[in-house]
Structure formats: structure tokens, C-alpha cells
Antibody, heavy 118, light 110 residues
Framework: QVQLQESGPGLVKPSETLSLMCSVSGYSISSGYFWGWIRQAPGKGLEWIGSIYRSGNTYYKSSLKSRVTISVDTSKNQFSLKLSSVTAADTAVYYC???????????WGQGTLVTVSS | QSALTQPPSASGSPGQSVTISCTGTSSDVGTYDYVSWYQQHPGKVPKPMIYEVNKRPSGVPDRFSGSKSGNTASLTVSGLQAEDEADYYCSSYAGSNNFVFGTGTKVTVL
């Protein structure tokens, strides 16, 4: 069974960089699939942030592209998210997920709430 | 990459059917048969319900069905049950390994 687990600080100061890790078990990232990050602001809808392939090729939502970096460490079976220059608008539950069939998120992590506040 | 448009709410009585629309453009829903649907109960992780327009992952009841016509995709829940009350989100591939979510629909079982 594929399982994903997000980890990282739950509180980030404005203008700093949000950093999250997604640890994958039950499947080797190096075997294939894209791996993605999604977020959901309190009371709001889902927002795709970006995805990464095992090769390291990345794809980001255009409006976030200047601030987002997604990377993968196949040796540790993990991929990560960095979002720079955060503001209160970046406060959200952040999910990592496996991407199948171009855009189908078939396995999700439990999500982690990140609050941007001084 | 504008969000796909869904009605804010939909409702039906137990046993009835409810259909949720998801309207995109010729750059996403209209071009690709990669539309997915997710169910999210309050405080829970989104659950995949439909992929590739009308395919159900293992374990999803056949009361849930998907379709697409032009730039609009739809999710129909037949035989509504109390546990179907949740938020539903569509998503579509938008080319170049990008995808976009819908605005979300709250389904209420009356």
C-alpha cells in the first residue's frame, strides 16, 4: 500500500521560506509516476502547486512559479517543497500526493497545516 | 490556469440523484479526457472518486459516475446516501504536465 507523509514546521514567519518534506513508503519514487504538492487554504478549495518526476523534471502552477521549488531525493524516497517569500495568503493545509494518468491524484498524504504568522 | 467552475452547492433527498457540473475551457476539459473527481468530508483528506472522466478506482461505489461533453464534465451521484454529504472537487489535465482544480461543490443530503 502506497503511503505518503508530510513533515515540516507548522509555523513560518512572513517573508521567510516554507519547507516541507513528503516521505513515501510502499512504492519507490524511482520506479515512476509524478509526485505533487497541493494546498488548501482554510475554508477554501484545492490548489495544485506543482509536480516532479523521478528524473527531477518539475512543473509548477504559473502564478507560483517564481516562488516554488520542488525537488526529489530518490535515495531517501522523498520529495520536498520550498515556497519562498511567504505571506498570510500562503497559510494552508499542504498535501503531497502521487500523480497517475496525467493528473489523477490516487494516493494522498494526511496533510499538514502551515500557518504564516509573526 | 484559471480554476474550473463548479456550482457552490447542490442537494438532493436520500435515494435521489444529484449531478455536479465542472466547466473548463478548450485548453483543459475540452481537450483532455483526464478529468478527475474528489470527495472531501470536513477535516479529511480528499478521496479520489473518478478518473479519466468516467473510471472508478477500486472500492468506489457504482452510484458515482462521471461524464463529459465539450468543455463541461459532470459527476452524478445516484441513490444519495447520508454519507455522500461532502465537498466535491473536479480537476482536469491542462497540458504540459499542469493541471487545475474546480472551485468545489458542497453536496447536502436533505
Amino acid at each position: 500500500q502506497v503511503q505518503l507523509q508530510e513533515s515540516g514546521p507548522g509555523l513560518v514567519k512572513p517573508s521567510e521560506t516554507l519547507s516541507l518534506m513528503c516521505s513515501v513508503s510502499g512504492y519507490s519514487i524511482s520506479s515512476g509516476y509524478f509526485w505533487g504538492w497541493i494546498r488548501q487554504a482554510p475554508g477554501k478549495g484545492l490548489e495544485w502547486i506543482g509536480s516532479i518526476y523521478r528524473s527531477g523534471n518539475t512543473y509548477y502552477k504559473s502564478s507560483l512559479k517564481s516562488r516554488v521549488t520542488i525537488s526529489v531525493d530518490t535515495s531517501k524516497n522523498q520529495f520536498s517543497l520550498k515556497l519562498s517569500s511567504v505571506t498570510a495568503a500562503d497559510t494552508a493545509v499542504y498535501y503531497c500526493a502521487r500523480v497517475d494518468s496525467q493528473s489523477f491524484l490516487d494516493y494522498w498524504g494526511q496533510g499538514t497545516l502551515v500557518t504564516v504568522s509573526s | 490556469q484559471s480554476a474550473l467552475t463548479q456550482p457552490p452547492s447542490a442537494s438532493g433527498s436520500p435515494g435521489q440523484s444529484v449531478t455536479i457540473s465542472c466547466t473548463g475551457t478548450s485548453s483543459d476539459v475540452g481537450t483532455y479526457d483526464y478529468v478527475s473527481w474528489y470527495q472531501q468530508h470536513p477535516g479529511k483528506v480528499p478521496k479520489p472518486m473518478i478518473y479519466e472522466v468516467n473510471k472508478r478506482p477500486s472500492g468506489v461505489p457504482d452510484r458515482f459516475s462521471g461524464s463529459k461533453s465539450g468543455n463541461t464534465a459532470s459527476l452524478t451521484v445516484s441513490g444519495l446516501q447520508a454519507e455522500d454529504e461532502a465537498d466535491y472537487y473536479c480537476s482536469s489535465y491542462a497540458g504540459s504536465n499542469n493541471f487545475v482544480f474546480g472551485t468545489g461543490t458542497k453536496v447536502t443530503v436533505l
